[in-house]
């Protein structure tokens, strides 16, 4: 499942196929747009160079600390205090709203930006981890993919992003290398010519 937190993680893209092609998507428009829409967020596009370059940093920071909860660790002190310090660049205010007859009273942002949509995603990763969801935290098992995602199968045995790209690739390689290791032994005749 892809989540609010491990979207923004996964802007930094690498070839699942193996090419050792990536692509960071952070300064793009098209990506910007896509992240606003997909995650009801308000922000000017394009970025500005500054916050793209506190996204990118922030970014970083939230892969080391989402690899390690994949696995099993905590977060130290000191970056509870990093993730305070993204908690800081968006202040929310309280308010009262009625939907169809229901009163209902929220936080909403103060400010449509940028800083804003880091805060929101700081506060996201926190909540997951609040909800004591981290163990579901992985990291796609494709070394060449790496991509980060939020196990909510319920045998929480997820271990590729996608089976049909992932999972896929590493089932034929799995079989290839089988294979490869038959032949080297000479357990296969038919390949033994
Ligand atoms: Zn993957």
């Known amino acids: 499942m892809e989540t609010l937190w491990s ?11 193996g090419s050792g092609r990536s692509e ?8 910007q747009n896509y992240f606003l829409n997909r995650w009801h ?3 000017p596009v394009p ?40 908690l800081d660049l968006g202040p929310v205010k ?12 929220g936080l909403v942002p103060v400010r449509e930006d940028w800083r804003q949509v880091m805060a929101e995603v700081a506060a996201a990763f ?10 579901r935290i992985r990291v796609c098992d494709n070394p060449d993919c790496r991509w980060v995602f939020y196990d909510d199968t319920r045998n929480r045995a997820k271990k590729y992003c996608e089976d049909k790209t992932c999972g ?12 490869k ?7 296969n005749p038919e390949s033994d010519k």
């Open 7 to 17: 979207d923004f993680i996964n802007s930094e893209w690498h070839d699942w196929r």
């Open 24 to 31: 960071d998507r952070i300064g793009q428009e098209k990506w």
């Open 41 to 43: 967020l308000e922000a």
């Open 47 to 86: 970025a500005d160079a500054e916050v793209i370059r506190t996204m990118r940093e922030f970014r970083d920071r939230l892969h080391d600390m989402s690899e390690r909860c994949a696995r099993g660790g905590g977060l130290s002190h000191a970056e509870l205090e990093e993730l305070n310090a993204i």
């Open 94 to 105: 309280r308010r009262a709203t009625e939907e169809a007859g229901e009163l209902r009273l």
């Open 126 to 135: 926190i909540r997951t981890l609040i909800d004591g969801e981290a163990g």
């Open 168 to 179: 896929n690739l590493m089932k034929v390689r799995r079989f290839r290398a089988k294979k």
């Open 181 to 187: 290791l038959e032949k080297e032994r000479g357990e």
